[in-house]
C-alpha cells in the first residue's frame, strides 16, 4: 500500500491520505509513563471523527491545563477511544518493551470499534488485526496518535495524583513517578512503595542500600 501526505498537510494528514485509500476507521495508539520508575504504564487508543478537534496537539506540547481541556474534548468526540493500564508488577515481570507493546495492543483491542488502519507512535505493535503503520513522533504528526496521546497522559496524571493521598512522602502529584532527583532522595531515604517498578536500577539500588 501507498500513498503521499504532502508537507503542509498538517496534523489530520495522514488520517486524510488514508480515507482516500478506503481506510475511514483511524485508531491511533500511544502510552504514558514507559520512563517512570513508580506507577502504571498507561496506553489509549482513539479513533478520531473526520472534523477536526481545535487546539489538537503533542501532549508534550501542552500545558496541563489545556491537556485537560481537550481530554473531554476528545472522549466526547471520539468515534471510539480505549485506556488501559499495565500495572507496576506486569512491568516488572513483561519489561518495559513487552509491556509497552502489550498496553498499546490491548487499548486497540478494547476500541468499541474496529479499526481499519492503526497508527502507532514509535513501535511497530504486532496482533492488532488490522494493518498498522509504527510512526517516529507520531504523537507531533497523526491527529489521532496526538489524542491517544492525551489520553494516556491525563489519565496516568490522574492517577499518580491520587496515589500521592496515599504514599505522600514521595510527591507523586509533581515528578508523576519519574526519576527527578527529589524523588530519587525520597527513594534513598525510606525504600521504595508498592507502586515502584522494583526491576529499575535506582529502584533496585535503594532496596540493597536497605538490606545492606
Not at 77 to 96: F, I, K, S, T
Not at 137 to 144: E, F, I, L, N, P
Request: with cysteine; glycine share 8%; hydrophobic share 45%.
Amino acid at each position: 500500500m501507498a500513498f503521499v501526505i504532502r508537507r503542509d498537510a498538517g496534523l489530520y494528514g495522514y488520517e486524510r491520505a488514508l480515507a482516500r485509500a478506503g481506510f475511514t476507521a483511524v485508531a491511533g495508539a500511544d502510552e504514558a509513563g514507559r520512563g517512570a520508575c513508580a506507577g502504571p504504564l498507561v496506553a489509549a487508543a482513539v479513533i478520531l471523527p473526520p472534523r477536526p478537534i481545535p487546539g489538537l496537539n503533542d501532549s508534550k506540547k501542552l500545558t496541563a491545563r489545556s491537556r485537560e481541556r481537550l481530554h473531554d474534548a476528545i472522549t466526547r468526540a471520539a468515534l471510539a477511544w480505549a485506556v488501559v493500564r499495565v500495572e507496576p508488577d506486569e512491568c516488572d515481570a513483561l519489561g518495559m518493551h513487552v509491556a509497552n507493546l502489550a498496553a498499546l495492543r490491548r487499548a486497540v483491542a478494547r476500541l468499541e470499534r474496529r479499526p481499519d488502519f492503526v497508527l502507532t507512535d514509535g513501535f511497530a505493535v504486532d496482533g492488532l488485526e488490522a494493518p498498522a503503520l509504527a510512526m517516529w513522533k507520531g504523537d507531533a504528526v497523526a491527529a489521532s496518535v496526538s489524542a491517544a496521546s492525551i489520553l494516556a497522559k491525563v489519565t496516568r496524571d490522574r492517577i499518580m495524583t491520587a496515589y500521592a493521598a496515599d504514599h505522600p512522602r514521595y510527591a507523586f502529584d509533581v515528578h508523576k513517578g519519574y526519576c527527578t532527583r527529589e524523588h530519587q532522595a525520597e527513594l534513598d531515604a525510606h525504600g521504595p512503595c508498592p507502586i515502584h517498578r522494583m526491576k529499575w536500577d535506582n529502584v533496585a539500588r535503594t532496596v540493597r542500600l536497605g538490606q545492606s
